[in-house]
Each structure stands twice: as structure tokens, then as C-alpha cells.
């Protein structure tokens, strides 16, 4: 397998260079950028697999750069900042990244994370199993762009983690999914304590079928069990 291509968007020398340090012990490859500039500079001319980046950078800052790099289908992202409060935490990962960590960090608990959501984003066959469209009270989920399609045909990109709760969801309708189950499906971790990952992401998808006037609630939550898929897949 091809050596993953990290790019840490880091303003800050020490910090950069710490995490340059630390991931190329793990055997990656690390490039460094100090602002979104960089970063697009970066992207133009390497395939970059995760994105370790700040909130607080020079010129246009992390959250919205994180929704430049949500467009790109393949590469994994993760908030490493000093902005510790809820409100910085869930916009994050409405936003769209894969992960949320704050400093100071844990060394291990960085790696641990990074290379589990790099097994999700570098393994070109991690998708090759999902039908390429899947169809469900008139609305599609659309493998090959990663997108759900509303009855109207307005199309909503969506992130990885997303993408991915809804397909689980959709093989299994009307079965009880828990948090559990969920945050390994869209993450490949375990479900932390305080964990809002899970709940962000439903929350972000239950929006897009608000959208359609009128809409079912498809996706309904079953206090303290999880959430259960109450649509209807067509065949």
C-alpha cells in the first residue's frame, strides 16, 4: 500500500514541527503549511490523504477552509486546536471534519486516531461493497458522488461521516443503531464519554431531509438505545 500523505495546516513552528516530527516516526509522509494558501498549494500538487489542521489561522481560518476540503471526496480531516469549548466542537463537526482533538494532546491518542481514519480514507476498496445508489422515499444516496438527491433533484454533497451513517442506516431499516455502532462505522473508533460525533451527524442529515416541505421523519431517535431508519428502501 502507498505511504499516506499527511499535511499539517499549522501556523505555529513548535507545533508544526512537532507533528511533522511524530507522524513521519509513524512512517507517513508530512507536509507542512502555515495557512489555507499553502494548503491549496499542497493540494495542487500531491494527493493528500488526512489534514491535521488549527482553527486559528492567519487569513481565512479552519472552519472555513475545512469546508474547501469537504469537497474533496477522499482525504480525511481533523481539528487539533486550543479552542476547547462545546460551541467551537460541535460547529467542527458540523462543518464536516472527521475528528475533534484539543491541546495539549496526547502523542498516542493523535497517531491512534489519525491512522484509524486514514484506514477509512486510503483504502481505495473501503466503498467498493456500497451499491453505487440506493433509493429511498424518493430521495437517492449516490455512491459514486457521494451525494443524497432529494425528490426535487436538489443534490447535497456529503461528508464522509455522513455519507456513511445514512448507508448504514439504509441496510438496516427499522433496526435500532446505537452511538456504538454508529461512531465505528463513520469514524472506526470507539465512542468516547461526552461523545457528541454521533448526534452532530444525524443532526446535519436530519436537515438535509428538512429541506423536502412536508418530509417524514425518517430518522428517529430511541432514548436511550440510539437511532432507528424508519423509511421505506426500495428494492
Known amino acids: ?29 508530512v507536509y507542512e503549511a502555515e495557512d489555507g494558501e499553502q494548503m491549496h498549494d499542497f493540494f495542487q500538487n500531491n494527493n493528500i490523504n488526512l489534514v491535521i489542521m488549527d482553527i486559528n489561522l492567519p487569513g481565512k481560518n479552519g472552519l472555513i477552509l475545512a469546508r474547501e476540503v469537504r469537497d474533496r471526496k477522499n482525504v480525511g480531516l481533523i481539528f487539533l486546536t486550543g479552542r476547547d469549548n462545546d460551541v ?10 472527521d475528528d475533534y482533538l484539543t491541546k495539549p494532546f496526547n502523542p498516542r491518542e493523535l497517531t491512534i486516531r489519525a491512522r484509524n481514519l486514514l484506514t477509512r480514507t486510503n483504502n481505495n476498496s473501503d466503498d467498493d461493497d ?16 457521494r451525494s443524497l438527491i432529494s425528490p426535487a433533484g436538489n443534490e447535497f454533497r456529503l461528508p ?32 468516547r464519554p461526552n461523545d457528541r460525533t454521533v448526534d452532530v451527524t444525524i443532526r446535519r442529515i436530519r436537515k438535509h431531509f428538512e429541506s423536502e416541505p412536508g418530509e417524514i421523519e425518517l430518522i428517529v431517535t430511541i432514548h436511550g438505545e440510539g437511532y432507528r431508519f424508519c423509511g421505506s428502501v426500495d428494492a
Not at 1 to 29: C, H, W
Not at 88 to 97: M, N
Open 88 to 97: 467551537d466542537r460541535i460547529l467542527g463537526l458540523e462543518i464536516g471534519a
Open 130 to 145: 456500497l451499491p453505487s445508489r440506493v433509493k429511498f422515499n424518493g430521495w437517492t444516496l449516490d455512491g459514486d458522488s
Open 160 to 191: 464522509r461521516s455522513e455519507f456513511r451513517a445514512l448507508h448504514l442506516f439504509l441496510s438496516n431499516p427499522g433496526k435500532i443503531l446505537t452511538r456504538e455502532q454508529l461512531i465505528m462505522e463513520m469514524t472506526g473508533r470507539e465512542l
Open 1 to 29: 500500500m502507498q505511504t499516506p500523505n499527511i499535511l499539517i495546516v499549522e501556523d505555529e513552528v513548535v507545533t508544526r514541527t512537532t507533528l511533522k516530527s511524530l507522524f513521519e516516526a509513524e512512517g507517513y509522509n
